[in-house]
């Protein structure tokens, strides 16, 4: 069965620009959600959805954003980046909205803001 | 709010000794818990989970926790530590009985093994 998967691995942008993170969760699983990791700030909750629709939102300006499609893939936006957004940001799934669930983890997206 | 402290940013014991990496969560009900570890370039992976039944959880790679709610505790051991158990290691909570996956994490603990 196949993971989490992340695309893509890896990326730089400049400042300004807007960025788009794609994530298929693990085959079945409805509930997809993000996470920001860096040094400073450690690991964050971003959003999370579950059929189509955002349930939970983190403490991130309006410049991230998310959306979940009807075969439960997630995209996850940032606009007019900036230096700070650099980080390593973690998609989530798990089978059900439900607290206790197993919560699997893909490997990232490196972004990188310059 | 819900919270989870994990104290010591870094760890090290040398191979073959027991590994003990703290956690405590803040909440007076006690809640869903969790450890995961994060490989060098790597996602998360998940250790070991509590949520209500016994109180001694044990996960893969050898590791086991116990949760402790007279100490509001989640501490992770492993008795015998392996150079490939040098990690980033995270405790997360969320609450019990909640329409959500939304996890809270601790800060981290980096193991490092010495030979």
């Known amino acids: 069965k196949a993971g989490v998967t992340q695309t893509p691995r890896y990326l730089i942008k400049t400042r300004g620009q807007q960025v788009t993170l794609s994530c298929s969760p693990i085959?079945?699983?409805?509930?997809v959600s993000w996470y920001q990791q860096t040094p400073g700030q450690g690991l964050q909750f971003l959003f999370e959805?579950?059929?189509?629709?955002?349930?939970n939102k983190g403490n991130f300006p309006g410049r991230f954003s998310g959306r979940q499609f009807s075969n439960s893939r997630s995209e996850m936006n940032v606009s007019t980046l900036e230096l700070g957004d650099s980080a390593l940001y973690l998609c989530a799934s798990s089978p059900r909205q439900e607290s206790g669930n197993t919560i699997y983890f893909g490997e990232g997206s490196w972004l990188t803001v310059v | 709010a819900q919270s989870v402290t994990q104290l010591g940013s870094h760890v090290s014991v040398s191979e073959g000794a027991l590994v003990l990496l703290r956690c405590n969560y803040s909440?007076?009900?006690?809640?869903?818990l969790f450890w995961y570890v994060q490989y060098p370039n790597q996602g998360l992976q998940l250790l070991l989970k509590?949520?209500?039944?016994?109180?001694l959880v044990k996960g893969i790679n050898g590791f086991e926790a116990e949760f402790k709610k007279s100490e509001t505790s989640f501490h992770l051991t492993k008795p015998s530590a392996h150079m490939s158990d040098a990690a980033e290691y995270f405790c997360a909570v969320t609450d019990k009985g909640g329409a959500t996956n939304k996890l809270i994490f601790g800060t981290g603990t980096l193991l490092a093994v010495q030979p």
């Open positions: 959805y579950f059929s189509e629709t955002q349930r």
């Open positions: 085959s079945g699983h409805r509930s």
């Open positions: 909440s007076s009900v006690p809640p869903y």
């Open positions: 509590y949520t209500s039944a016994a109180t």
